[in-house]
């Protein structure tokens, strides 16, 4: 959409240039470490699957074995692709047995041999890499032959029965009913667990496990559902928490179309460690532009935590923050997801049109981004009535600001998880504003002078000076001191910082070698 | 006056209430029959389908009124009320710094897997809750927010180390009553790890419990939704600093 808001393009520039100059020490940071998290998705893209009879991972298994005896700072490959070049084990999920029974002895190979092992990891995962690029083609392909949804906003809703087998009837009836985009909610306190989950899973808490084959059987049910109504249904998941990388990977390889990946969620609301985050943030976010997965930002949350008004130009450096994390590590403008909320209290007088100007700051900013407009949650009071107003609200906003994707609000929201009649109340909201104001963008036309575009330029305003803050202090620091949501969250502090190796000069990943390789032909 | 009433529509004794359901059957005659048959065993007189919709192939919503026949005596309810007078943040930390002389100490955590701490927050952060400032405001008290996602065991270590005067507890998202569960770990462990009078008050927020519930779950009091700042820390003080006020 056209450009509405009277903004400085000069202090849109210095707003970019300090949102690089405050991320450029954290990828140099990222760069120069590894995780256990990225060294088991490495292996995961080499082929190894499958967990041992305690449902531990054996991607797990075998990098602990490899950490415990070479560390993981010259990466897992090389020892472990030189231990399978023994020809002692005829693949690697039979190395995992062999090492879990201790029968295994990992060591650094050097000259010959080392190049040996490098060639035969780099064909391994150029396998997992075969496969990311061929879902990535068979997408392509469905889109091209089955079509994109009709209308702008594409609508998204979330299913999470906790049982995939539940999920992907619900799915497909969410998708029947309207639904572009289905996001399968994960279990409370997946983010924390430092595997992955194996199989189907039937048993979740307020969610359902993340698995690559939970990804498989949904992503195959909406398939079928894509034929059925005439559109390309796209599944949503997360890339966050402690096994980011590896989710990452499984998302690539099972075609998810979108990813939840925050930049900075994981540190702030789960309290895993910055420095962990952004390593396997970095890592994943480069497999994500390898499998053209749009990734979806977290800066609705920091709205629940911080007043929507006070806190506003926060979310904006966030999303800056995020648009230079994305794009260092090889993401388009078209997958870059960037998030905002319709939260502030509507206690407050004029509350809507700061939404609007809010909403259209973040168009403005980011106009080829695939903005996500996340609803109310903060103020869904348990008053079903007043929570139907309040979404056909953030519809109408929606609608009158250009969002790109937009979450589906329930006026149940903080009641109950979503019924069957929540959410057909919920989409016949969403239709009605569509269909009866959706070309109202081409009429709204707010005065330069007004209170909307003022609005917007003060918020701009003060997310550069917060940016000019954070470059001086650091990020890593300006984290530390609550700068973002109220959280204080320490670089020393969190879950996983055990996780995280400084790269010996021999660090060697062939699937990091070939990300940042087509990170180069992208350029 | 009457302490035995009806719900009230738009005259006294009407006792017009209006409910919605969904049915898992599809819309047409049989279903809205249905419907109203459900909505008599309700306990709902002369009951009107006023709308009915489908969802999907096999589901049909609905929206009823109809005049309850059921009646409450008010006399027979059971609530818990407040038993403590209600302080302004100036008078807590008057009370506070006159009759405690130091700084009253409250932790407080979400625990269990709950990542929710909007509750927690409300109560403990500065920002507040419906125009009331947090704890944290409320200069004669040292507020320390674990946050969200804590186990039992590091809220007892951090409340031993920082010699709490009171832990409170949130609990939002919940499933399976982990919430009960949560609090009844949390409860055994502080009694567990101290005596009963150095162990600091107990006590837990939420929308899912039921405040008459505290006994039941060894806590010393239990807040339910609609809970503000100055409810908790007018509890704290009353309960904290016994004197009575002159």
């Given at each position: 959409?056209?450009?509405?808001?009277?903004?400085?393009?000069?202090?849109?520039?210095?707003?970019?240039r300090?949102?690089?100059?405050?991320?450029?020490?954290?990828?140099?940071?990222?760069?120069?470490?590894?995780?256990?998290?990225?060294?088991?998705?490495?292996?995961?893209?080499?082929?190894?699957?499958?967990?041992?009879?305690?449902?531990?991972?054996?991607?797990?298994?075998?990098?602990?074995?490899?950490?415990d005896?070479?560390?993981?700072?010259?990466?897992?490959?090389?020892?472990?692709?030189?231990?399978?070049?023994?020809?002692?084990?005829?693949?690697?999920?039979?190395?995992?047995?062999?090492?879990?029974?201790?029968?295994v002895?990992?060591?650094?190979?050097?000259?010959?041999?080392?190049?040996?092992?490098?060639?035969?990891?780099?064909?391994?995962?150029?396998?997992?890499?075969?496969?990311?690029?061929?879902?990535?083609?068979?997408?392509?392909?469905?889109?091209?032959?089955?079509?994109?949804?009709?209308?702008?906003?594409?609508?998204?809703?979330?299913?999470?029965?906790?049982?995939?087998?539940?999920?992907?009837?619900?799915?497909?009836?969410?998708?029947?009913?309207?639904?572009?985009?289905?996001?399968?909610?994960?279990?409370?306190?997946?983010?924390?667990?430092?595997?992955?989950?194996?199989?189907?899973?039937?048993?979740?808490?307020?969610?359902?496990?993340?698995?690559?084959?939970?990804?498989?059987?949904?992503?195959?049910?909406?398939?079928?559902?894509?034929?059925?109504?005439?559109?390309?249904?796209r599944?949503?998941?997360?890339?966050s928490?402690?096994?980011?990388?590896?989710?990452?990977?499984?998302?690539?390889?099972?075609?998810?179309?979108?990813?939840?990946?925050?930049?900075?969620?994981?540190?702030?609301?789960?309290?895993i460690?910055?420095?962990?985050?952004?390593?396997?943030?970095?890592?994943?976010?480069?497999?994500?532009?390898?499998?053209?997965?749009?990734?979806?930002?977290?800066?609705?949350?920091?709205?629940?935590t911080?007043d929507?008004?006070?806190?506003?130009?926060?979310?904006?450096?966030?999303?800056?923050?995020?648009?230079?994390?994305?794009?260092?590590?090889?993401?388009?403008?078209?997958?870059?997801?960037?998030?905002?909320?319709?939260e502030?209290?509507?206690?407050?007088?004029?509350?809507?049109?700061l939404?609007l100007?809010?909403?259209?700051?973040a168009?403005?900013?980011?106009?080829?981004?695939?903005?996500?407009w996340?609803?109310?949650?903060?103020?869904?009071?348990?008053?079903?009535?007043?929570?139907?107003?309040?979404?056909?609200?953030?519809?109408l906003?929606?609608?009158m600001?250009?969002?790109?994707?937009?979450?589906?609000?329930?006026?149940?929201?903080?009641?109950?998880?979503?019924?069957?009649?929540?959410?057909?109340?919920?989409?016949?909201?969403?239709?009605?504003?569509?269909?009866?104001?959706?070309?109202?963008?081409?009429?709204?036309?707010?005065?330069?002078?007004?209170?909307?575009?003022?609005?917007?330029?003060?918020?701009?305003?003060?997310?550069?000076?917060?940016?000019?803050?954070?470059?001086?202090d650091?990020?890593?620091?300006?984290?530390?001191?609550?700068?973002?949501?109220?959280?204080?969250?320490?670089?020393?502090?969190g879950?996983?910082?055990?996780?995280?190796?400084?790269?010996?000069?021999?660090?060697?990943?062939?699937?990091?070698?070939?990300?940042?390789?087509?990170?180069?032909?992208?350029? | 006056?009457?302490?035995?009433?009806?719900?009230?529509?738009?005259?006294?004794?009407?006792?017009?209430?209006?409910?919605?359901?969904?049915?898992?059957?599809?819309?047409?005659?049989?279903?809205?029959?249905?419907?109203?048959?459900?909505?008599?065993?309700?306990?709902?007189?002369?009951?009107?389908?006023?709308?009915?919709?489908?969802?999907?192939?096999?589901?049909?919503?609905?929206?009823?009124?109809?005049?309850?026949?059921?009646?409450?005596?008010?006399?027979?309810?059971?609530v818990?009320?407040?038993?403590?007078?209600?302080?302004?943040?100036?008078?807590?930390?008057?009370?506070?710094k006159?009759?405690?002389?130091?700084?009253?100490?409250?932790?407080g955590?979400?625990?269990?897997?709950?990542?929710?701490?909007?509750?927690?927050?409300?109560?403990?952060?500065?920002?507040?809750?419906?125009?009331?400032k947090?704890?944290?405001?409320?200069?004669?008290?040292?507020?320390?927010?674990?946050?969200?996602?804590?186990?039992?065991?590091?809220?007892?270590?951090?409340?031993?180390?920082?010699?709490?005067?009171?832990?409170?507890?949130?609990?939002?998202?919940?499933?399976?009553?982990?919430?009960?569960?949560?609090?009844?770990?949390?409860?055994?462990?502080?009694?567990?790890?101290?005596?009963?009078?150095?162990?600091?008050?107990?006590?837990?927020?939420?929308?899912?419990?039921?405040?008459?519930?505290?006994?039941e779950?060894?806590?010393?009091?239990?807040?339910?939704?609609?809970?503000?700042?100055?409810?908790?820390?007018?509890?704290?003080?009353h309960?904290?600093?016994?004197?009575?006020?002159?």
């Open positions: 959409m056209t450009a509405l808001l009277p903004l400085d393009p000069d202090l849109v520039e210095r707003a970019r300090l949102a690089a100059q405050a991320g450029q020490p954290v990828v140099d940071l990222a760069r120069s470490r590894t995780t256990l998290s990225v060294e088991r998705a490495t292996l995961r893209l080499a082929g190894l699957t499958g967990a041992d009879p305690d449902g531990i991972p054996w991607v797990n298994r075998l990098v602990d074995a490899v950490a005896q070479t560390g993981i700072e010259h990466g897992a490959a090389l020892p472990v692709f030189h231990a399978l070049a023994q020809g002692n084990h005829p693949d690697l999920t039979r190395l995992a047995h062999a090492s879990a029974a201790g029968g002895k990992f060591e650094l190979p050097t000259g010959g041999a080392a190049e040996t092992a490098r060639g035969l990891a780099r064909a391994a995962v150029g396998t997992g890499f075969d496969r990311i690029d061929a879902q990535r083609r068979a997408r392509a392909d469905m889109v091209a032959r089955i079509g994109d949804p009709p209308q702008r906003p594409w609508i998204y809703l979330i299913v999470a029965t906790g049982d995939i087998y539940e999920d992907m009837p619900q799915a497909q009836a969410a998708a029947r009913a309207g639904a572009d985009i289905i996001a399968v909610i994960r279990s409370t306190g997946q983010s924390l667990l430092d595997y992955v989950p194996e199989g189907a899973t039937r048993e979740g808490f307020a969610g359902t496990y993340a698995t690559g084959e939970n990804f498989r059987l949904m992503r195959s049910a909406l398939d079928e559902t894509s034929r059925e109504v005439g559109r390309y249904v599944l949503c998941n997360y890339a928490g402690l096994c980011m990388p590896e989710i990452a990977a499984l998302a690539g390889m099972n075609r998810l179309d979108m990813m939840l990946n925050d930049c900075m969620y994981g540190i702030l609301f789960r309290d460690n910055p420095i962990r985050t952004f390593v396997d943030q970095r890592f994943s976010r480069q497999i994500h532009a390898r499998a053209g997965i749009i990734i979806n930002t977290g800066e609705d949350n920091y709205l629940t911080a929507a008004v006070e806190a506003a130009h926060t979310v904006t450096v966030s999303q800056l923050l995020n648009e230079y994390f994305a794009h260092e590590a090889g993401l388009s403008d078209e997958l870059l997801g960037l998030g905002h909320a319709f502030i209290n509507p206690e407050l007088p004029e509350s809507f049109r939404e100007a809010h909403a259209l700051l168009r403005q900013l980011f106009p080829d981004a695939p903005l996500k996340m609803p109310p949650t903060k103020h869904m009071t348990g008053d079903v009535f007043r929570g139907n107003l309040l979404d056909g609200f953030f519809n906003a929606g609608v600001t250009g969002q790109s994707i937009l979450l589906v609000g329930m006026m149940t929201e903080a009641v109950v998880t979503p019924w069957l009649s929540d959410r057909d109340i919920a989409l016949q909201n969403v239709r009605y504003v569509l269909g009866a104001a959706s070309g109202l963008a081409e009429d709204f036309r707010p005065p330069p002078d007004g209170f909307i575009a003022n609005r917007a330029n003060q918020v701009l305003g003060e997310a550069v000076d917060l940016l000019g803050r954070i470059r001086d650091g990020l890593l620091n300006a984290i530390a001191d609550g700068t973002f949501g109220i959280m204080k969250r320490p670089a020393d502090g879950r996983g910082l055990e996780g995280v190796a400084e790269r010996a000069d021999d660090y060697f990943n062939p699937a990091g070698e070939a990300l940042e390789s087509s990170e180069e032909e992208a350029r | 006056m009457t302490r035995i009433v009806r719900p009230y529509g738009d005259t006294t004794g009407d006792g017009m209430v209006q409910v919605s359901f969904t049915l898992p059957v599809p819309h047409d005659k049989r279903a809205e029959g249905a419907a109203a048959q459900l909505a008599a065993k309700m306990g709902l007189d002369n009951a009107m389908i006023v709308h009915a919709k489908a969802i999907g192939a096999g589901h049909t919503f609905f929206v009823v009124y109809g005049a309850a026949r059921h009646l409450v005596d008010l006399d027979e309810v059971e818990v009320e407040r038993d403590y007078p209600l302080l302004s943040p100036k008078e807590v930390n008057d009370l506070v006159e009759r405690l002389g130091r700084k009253l100490c409250v932790v955590a979400c625990i269990g897997t709950d990542a929710h701490t909007v509750g927690i927050d409300a109560i403990l952060n500065i920002k507040g809750v419906a125009g009331e947090g704890l944290e405001y409320y200069r004669e008290l040292r507020v320390v927010n674990l946050g969200a996602q804590v186990a039992v065991p590091e809220l007892v270590n951090r409340a031993l180390k920082e010699e709490a005067d009171a832990v409170l507890v949130s609990q939002v998202v919940t499933q399976k009553d982990a919430h009960l569960h949560n609090t009844r770990e949390m409860a055994a462990a502080f009694r567990e790890a101290l005596p009963p009078e150095k162990r600091p008050l107990l006590v837990v927020g939420g929308p899912r419990f039921d405040e008459r519930a505290a006994a779950l060894g806590v010393d009091r239990v807040f339910s939704r609609g809970t503000t700042p100055g409810d908790v820390a007018s509890y704290l003080v309960r904290i600093i016994k004197e009575p006020v002159a």
